[in-house]
Nanobody, 122 residues
Framework: QLQLVESGGGSVQSGGSLRLSCAAS????????MGWFRQAPGKEREGVAA???????RYADFVKGRFTISQDNAKNTLYLQMNGLKPEDTAMYYC????????????????WGQGTQVTVSS
């Protein structure tokens, strides 16, 4: 069973930076596509960034130019570098992967982590 574990969340002031990590238990076995999503209280889960096996990427408009998704195949780890954080970025952030389909920013991935909280104060 594939497992994903996120880390790196925390509390920062507006304009600050955080780097999220997502460690996959069997990265090479299933790495068709990986993505970062977020969900704020009372809101639906939304796509933030996604990356495929060939390192092609897609970003939500609200993070373009501020966030960068990347992957380290040797470490079985997915990253999300977040710069220029805003209070509206406050949410639980989840990583996800799918072995069968390329969902990109659509939250229909096969496997999900438990999430890491990001809080941005003004």
């Amino acid at each position: 069973q594939l497992q994903l574990v996120e880390s790196g969340g925390g509390s920062v002031q507006s304009g600050g930076s955080l780097r999220l990590s997502c460690a996959a238990s069997t990265y090479s076995y299933c790495r068709h596509q990986m993505g970062w999503f977020r969900q704020a209280p009372g809101k639906e889960r939304e796509g933030v960034a996604a990356i495929d096996y060939d390192s092609n990427t897609r970003y939500a408009d609200f993070v373009k130019g501020r966030f960068t998704i990347s992957q380290d195949n040797a470490k079985n780890t997915l990253y999300l570098q977040m710069n220029g954080l805003k209070p509206e970025d406050t949410a639980m952030y989840y990583c996800a992967t799918d072995c069968r389909m390329q969902w990109w920013l659509i939250p229909r991935y096969q496997y999900w982590g438990q999430g890491t909280q990001v809080t941005v104060s003004s």
